[in-house]
């Protein structure tokens, strides 16, 4: 990693889903990596939505900076009704290519899913103090609002940049699998 504390993260819970545990899905994830030279992470939900991060990566990449995926272990499960593989991706919604058959994404297709694409996971053991990261809020970093009281409850993912404090509660999770954001970063599946 660039340094002990990134500068730029997108910070994500994982656990067990669809049926397969996160050991499971972490295999899966570096075969693809290793098949494809990125693995692909599925998600849903209203938090990270593509356009937001895009814009957070326009601007790492314009302070030279990588945005590093990090995961840290939630123990709950989700489980859906109807599982069905997704085939489809896109970066803008309008132009539609297929997944390589080397990747698997799952989940319920009647909701809105996106991926991320990453690199080189592997397993970690990091203490990250999340009272020292600020949010993306839309399209602005806010300086005024830190993950420590973001990051909680039902939210289980979110962009962070590294903006020290010194008045402040610190608030420790663990890290347990790190990856590198990589092109084309974010996209809609279907």
Same mark, same amino acid.
Not at 147 to 158: E, G, I, P, Q, T
């Given at each position: 990693m660039e340094t002990e504390n990134p500068q730029y993260i997108l910070l994500m819970k994982a656990g067990p889903y669809c049926g397969y545990t996160l050991p499971e899905i972490i295999e899966i994830k570096q075969k693809e990596e290793k098949k494809t030279g990125k693995f692909f992470w599925g998600y849903s939900g209203v938090f990270c939505h593509p356009k937001t991060l895009q814009n957070f990566v326009l601007q790492s990449i314009s302070n030279s900076k990588k945005v590093y995926i990090l995961l840290t272990e939630t123990k709950s499960s989700f489980e859906t009704p109807k599982v069905e593989q997704f085939t489809k991706y896109s970066t803008?919604?309008?132009?539609? #290519?297929?997944?390589?058959?080397?990747?698997? #994404?799952?989940?319920?297709?009647?909701?809105?899913?996106?991926?991320?694409?990453?690199?080189?996971?592997?397993?970690?053991?990091?203490? #990250?103090?999340?009272?020292?990261?600020?949010?993306?809020?839309?399209? #602005?970093?806010?300086?005024?609002?830190?993950?420590?009281?973001?990051?909680?409850?039902?939210?289980?993912?979110?962009?962070?940049?590294?903006?020290?404090?010194?008045?402040?509660?610190?608030?420790?999770?663990?890290?347990?699998?790190?990856?590198?954001?990589?092109?084309?970063?974010?996209?809609?599946?279907?």
């Open positions: 803008d919604t309008n132009h539609w #290519l297929n997944l390589p058959e080397e990747i698997l #994404l799952v989940g319920n297709k009647s909701r809105p899913h996106f991926a991320i694409t990453g690199n080189k996971l592997h397993a970690v053991e990091m203490n #990250l103090d999340i009272s020292q990261y600020c949010l993306l809020n839309g399209l #602005l970093i806010n300086k005024d609002r830190y993950l420590n009281n973001y990051f909680k409850y039902r939210v289980d993912k979110a962009c962070g940049y590294y903006s020290p404090r010194e008045d402040y509660t610190e608030k420790i999770i663990k890290v347990n699998y790190l990856a590198e954001l990589v092109s084309p970063y974010s996209i809609y599946i279907k």
